[in-house]
């Protein structure tokens, strides 16, 4: 059975996928190659082949029936069992009371260490012991939202001390310490300031880890509402410095700004997001389904979404990068006009 005539706009989505050899829609349908009588993997690294010969099959069955044989290069029928091995590696990584070692998961998988972790990653977006860490950061972020000390939720997370706790978070996250974001920021100083940029107004905050909001004309109310624990101090001089390194990258957004620290949290899944905002080189753009892709989850189009629209820093997480399939801007929280903007800005 063909891939349900389906609408244009996934077939769309489809192709941009094999375009772009997206290695985390493998399993989620086969190319079929009418001109060569072959079906592949969506990443397969063969030569493209020209559109018009191209039929998108749910699975390897729905092409055989069609008389297509598997391609030998990316042997696309492994997909559901290299799968079923990442699920039963992922359950395994869950139910654990350590972390599991890549060879021990590998063999139990019935692949080599090396194999199985880009395999893994093909799926996931994370080498397993990545996926590891990222999990346990999201049980205790979500420990956290809850009224608790945080020492209580670092140790119901599983992590055997608070040294560890924020090793993993320092190491492999976007970064904000676990005490910035419980209980609305008590505790911690966020330094702010509006500014004039040729944007229109912009409010920029920080803590001492880096910035945690940059958006247009909002000012220290709304950041007291984001943050009602934290107090809030108006930057002084060393602000200053960071606040010019801001105001530069919003009006030369196709300059690097990288080097700019930021302080923000999320779920795993949005960090991974955020990740992949920040991966897309100014002058591109990339649709909501690629971002969900590249994230490690090609159906979380409207988790990607939202993801996207809870960006708390403006800009230098690139949000107004992701647009539409269609190519129409979609939405942005600040409006379409600064979006528009900035995009105009980067590709000329
Ligand atoms: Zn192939």
Redesign the pocket.
Known sequence: MEAKEADAESDTGRWQAVLARDRASDGRFV?GVLSTG????PS???RHPRRENVRFFADGAAARATGLR???????DDVARDERAVLAAIAAIKSAEQLLALADLARFAGYSPAHFQRVFARHTGLSPSAYARALRAERSAQALTSEQRVTDAIYEAGFSGPSRFYAANTQERLGMTASAWVNGGAGVTISWAVVPTSLGEMLVAATDKGVCRLSFNEGPDELARRFPRAELAEGDSAFAALLAQVVAAVERPDQDFAHIPLDVKGTAFQEAVWRELRRIPPGETRSYAQIAAAAGNPRAVRAAGSANGANNVAVLIPCHRVIRTDGTLGGYAYGLEIKRELLMRESS
């Open positions: 190319t072959i079906y592949c993997r397969c690294a063969a598997p391609c030998k290069r990316c042997s696309p």
